[in-house]
């Protein structure tokens, strides 16, 4: 029911390399928001994107960016990893009042 | 957003309804309140919303006090798969204002036993 396709699931990477992390909601569904959950900070807004264009932006490094496609399809980017970085990186799709996340990528930073 | 405050932990038998409590008592008059939960690094999941009337889905039930200072969602019927963290939210619906996104407290742990 979610309707939100994360890949990849998981993912270990090294101090100072760079990732990108895929979502792909279901057809027809415009907005995507990213968000990362970590045991201490709880779950943050990262960015969201409508039609292609970032609409909102949280509180995040330059480090941290995103695009979207014209297929709805969304990544999010994030350059020289610090091992803070590890996380659970959730997209999810806005549908009416609700939103629906994927099941998320698994980064960790070693 | 209006601040939420759960319990840290709660324990439910397998079967027997599951009652999580929420108190909203800063809540505005145009802010609804969500309940999601997340299992165990999956992500998190949409369970139900209301603003004042009592609400029904598949999934559970909201019943929201008559002054919307607090709610509880029921589990009708808890199993081992409803073992996860509920986070209550309260928060303006609709696309405009701040609900593009989501903020999540601590949320309250549901242990769900045989």
Request: with cysteine; hydrophobic share 30%; net charge positive.
């Amino acid at each position: 029911k979610a309707g939100v396709t994360q890949t990849p699931r998981y993912l270990i990477k090294t101090r100072g390399q760079q990732v990108t992390l895929s979502c792909s909601p279901i057809s027809g569904h415009r907005s995507v928001s990213w968000y990362q959950q970590t045991p201490g900070q709880g779950l943050q807004f990262l960015f969201e994107y409508f039609s292609e264009t970032q609409r909102n932006k949280g509180n995040f490094p330059g480090r941290f960016s995103g695009r979207q496609f014209s297929n709805s399809r969304s990544e999010m980017n994030v350059s020289t990893l610090e091992l803070g970085d590890s996380a659970l990186y959730l997209c999810a799709r806005q549908v009416s009042y609700e939103q629906y996340f994927g099941p998320g990528t698994r980064l960790t930073v070693t | 957003d209006a601040k939420t405050t759960q319990p840290t932990s709660m324990d439910c038998a397998e079967g027997r309804a599951a009652n999580l409590p929420c108190n909203h008592s800063t809540i505005s008059g145009n802010e609804y309140v969500y309940w999601y939960r997340q299992i165990h690094s999956q992500g998190p999941q949409y369970i139900i919303h209301g603003l004042k009337n009592n609400e029904t889905n598949e999934m559970a039930s909201l019943i929201i006090t008559e002054d919307r200072k607090s709610s509880t969602l029921i589990l009708p019927h808890a199993t081992l798969r409803d073992t996860a963290v509920y986070y209550c939210i309260v928060r303006v619906a609709g696309s405009g204002g701040s609900n593009y996104k989501l903020t999540f407290g601590k949320g309250t742990l549901l242990t769900v036993n045989p």
